[in-house]
């Protein structure tokens, strides 16, 4: 095959290549964030082994080094954040539950039974998966809420506290400045018991007055 020929086949498949990078970047930034299973392009329920093949074949695909798209270090922090979701055993279970709860909240609207064809149309799949977000939306609200009320309540009993302290510090200024002017109020105490003294001394003995004659 003449070089030219070779050059332009590998100018090919080097554009090709960059365009599917270019789409896959695209995906993961449009997936959904809260659902890891849609960043990583994978069905729920696979076993871990699965994650993190298909997680290493897509970061090798987008990895900022690889690509000079400016939106491949997002997409990579997603894909990344997505695997760790899906490896933390806590996070799953939340995650497979959430979209359990979607399929049950489907068949119950529609009244299918857990054996009614239509579970296995793409169809229901596309209403699951809508469902899905909607749910996981719902309970990122809930978590945020109850978030927000448990910061409320930690501020209310720091400022609880900080009152009672200042409160106390209050006191103890008082009863520190009571103290330090004990024997002032003592000398004025004496002084003035002396005063008395001294006046009933002088004048104790009243005078008595002189009848005029006459």
Known sequence: M???ETDALDALE???SEFQKDAEIDRIRNA????AYAVLDLQPGVP???IKLQYRKKS???HPDKTRNPA???AFDRLKKAQTTLLDEKAREYLDECIADARRLLIREHKY???SPELKTEE???EWRKKTVEVLLEEEARRRRQLKARLQEEGRQQRKEEEEIEERKRKRNAQEEWENTRDERIGSWRDWQKGQKKDKGEGGKKKKKMKVLG
């Not at 959904?32 to 659902?35: K, Q, R």
């Open 32 to 35: 959904f964030s809260l659902d």
């Open 113 to 115: 039974t857990l054996d």
């Open 2 to 4: 003449p070089e030219d």
């Open 48 to 50: 871990e082994s699965d």
């Open 124 to 126: 229901f799949k596309k």
């Open 60 to 62: 090798l695909l987008i």
């Open 14 to 16: 080097k554009e090709a």
């Open 72 to 74: 491949a270090p997002d």
